[in-house]
């Protein structure tokens, strides 16, 4: 069975400053899908980003981009410039290719990032 | 605007009580799904439906029921059975095209409590 790794339970970062969370993964397969899903305290799911396996190209959206590392399973994300309102719970999340309709998202527990002013 | 509605925000219940709620999507999206997220815990699915009149358990079914008459539609019932029903509940939606990059897209979920 697949599962998601977030080896950072809390994180902090001084505003405008950089921050990297880590997200590591276990599969046998080689085309899945990955994913980084933001919850801010109002606790609505919020799709950041998402990289397909396939892609070498590591998938960027404005101020956060990923470091996607096939090999080693692992699948980072970057947080630039950060902002007070990047505060908030960040879900990694997994999910193969070959399911269908989005089945069997595999989510890591969490980690909370604060934002220091 | 297209968008996921869950409704209450928050729900009491009491114990031996079955509580329903509510999960509508206007996205045009067939697949659905219903997870629980504890406290410093990721989520785990409770059922999912891929389309109208079919639905799946998922990993934590036990307690739980649903049902999909509508495309628009996915009502989550928390039954007398479930022990631990405490808890927070989000629904999703999803295209669902077949083995291609599809994404879920979240409600703003439901706190339920049992007094």
């Known amino acids: 069975a697949q599962t998601v790794t977030q080896s950072q339970p809390e994180m902090s970062v001084q505003e405008a400053e950089t921050v990297t969370l880590s997200c590591t993964y276990d599969t046998s397969e080689s085309d899945y899908y990955l994913f980084w899903y933001k919850q801010p305290p109002s606790r609505q799911m919020i799709l950041v980003i998402r990289?397909?396996?396939?892609?070498?190209q590591n998938a960027t959206e404005n101020r956060f981009s990923v470091n996607f590392q096939k090999a080693a399973k692992s699948f980072s994300l970057k947080i630039s410039d950060s902002q007070l309102g990047d505060a908030a719970m960040y879900f990694c999340a997994y999910r193969r290719s070959r399911d269908n309709y989005g089945q069997n998202f595999v989510f890591g527990p969490g980690t909370r990032l604060s934002v220091l002013p | 605007d297209g968008g996921i509605t869950q409704s209450p925000k928050y729900l009491f219940r009491k114990e031996g009580q079955n509580v329903t709620l509510s999960c509508e999507q206007n996205l045009n999206h067939d697949a659905m799904y219903w997870y629980r997220q504890d406290p410093g815990q990721g989520l785990r699915l409770i059922y999912y439906s891929q389309i109208v009149n079919d639905f799946q358990k998922g990993d934590i079914a036990e307690g739980y029921s649903v049902s999909r008459e509508k495309k628009e539609s996915f009502p989550l019932t928390v039954t007398s059975a479930q022990k631990n029903p405490t808890a927070f509940y989000l629904c999703a939606s999803s295209i669902g095209e077949t083995g291609g990059q599809d994404t879920q897209y979240f409600g703003p979920g439901t706190r339920l409590t049992v007094l």
């Open positions: 990289q397909e396996a396939y892609k070498q």
